[in-house]
């Protein structure tokens, strides 16, 4: 089965500095990996994915991620971070390329001060 | 810009009482779904549905009903609501296919159920 790990539930850092939100997979055949971003009070808004191809993809909102098999990684990263990047941010995977298989993690919230 | 619409946004309702949510998506999509988002868990799918009349199970179906009676619309039912169910419910639509729509999700505002 698959899984999606994000071991950390909060990150804080200031405004201006690099950000990078972990990510963790767990699948035994090729990932399609994704990041979906909530911000308070709103839904979840698709941010980037991998699918295949360059490793390092770039996203809505000065977003990018980088795929590393040889870790089962594929962490957000942004800079700088900006006060308004603050939110939760989720990775997903799907398996089979099945929607219905999107596995999420269970989230990071971003707190951004400025 | 794509639309899904839920309704009601929050709600709150008694133990064993039978509560609807519903979905109305304009985007023309094939596939809906219905997710609970509990502290802690992330987001969690319930039922999806990829044709009209037809739903299926998802990871945690037990205690849940769904209804798609046209591309457009899709209810989750809850008869016998139980305090376990208090969360906040996502409903989202996608593409059918293709390796450009996978994984591409499209949310609505979710709606907050609270059980008494």
């Known amino acids: 089965a698959q899984s999606v790990d994000q071991p950390d539930a909060h990150v804080t850092l200031s405004e201006g500095a690099s950000l990078e939100l972990r990510c963790s997979y767990s699948?035994?055949?090729?990932?399609?990996l994704f990041w979906y971003v909530q911000y308070p009070g709103q839904s979840l808004q698709f941010l980037l994915k991998?699918?295949?191809?360059?490793?390092v993809v770039k996203g809505t909102k000065g977003f990018e991620a980088e795929f590393r098999k040889s870790n089962s990684s594929f962490n957000l990263k942004k800079s700088p971070a900006h006060w308004s990047d603050s939110a939760k941010y989720f990775c997903?995977?799907?398996?089979?390329?099945?929607?219905?298989?999107?596995?999420f993690g269970k989230g990071t919230k971003l707190s951004v001060k400025s | 810009e794509a639309a899904v619409t839920q309704s009601p946004r929050s709600k709150v309702a008694v133990t064993g009482g039978k509560v609807t949510l519903s979905c109305h998506q304009t985007?023309?999509?094939?596939?809906m779904y219905w997710y609970r988002q509990d502290t802690g868990h992330g987001l969690r799918l319930i039922h999806y549905?990829?044709?009209?009349?037809?739903?299926e199970k998802g990871d945690i179906p037990d205690g849940y009903k769904a209804s798609r009676p046209s591309q457009e619309n899709f209810s989750l039912i809850l008869e016998l609501a139980s305090l376990s169910q208090t969360a906040v419910y996502f409903c989202?639509?996608?593409?059918?296919?293709?390796?450009?729509?996978?994984?591409?999700?499209?949310f609505g505002e979710g709606s907050k159920l609270t059980v008494l």
């Open positions: 991998y699918i295949t191809g360059d490793t």
């Open positions: 997903a995977l799907v398996s089979g390329g099945s929607n219905a298989k999107l596995t």
């Open positions: 699948y035994s055949a090729a990932p399609y």
């Open positions: 989202a639509s996608s593409e059918s296919g293709g390796e450009s729509n996978t994984g591409q999700l499209y």
């Open positions: 985007n023309n999509h094939d596939y």
């Open positions: 549905s990829y044709v009209a009349d037809s739903t």
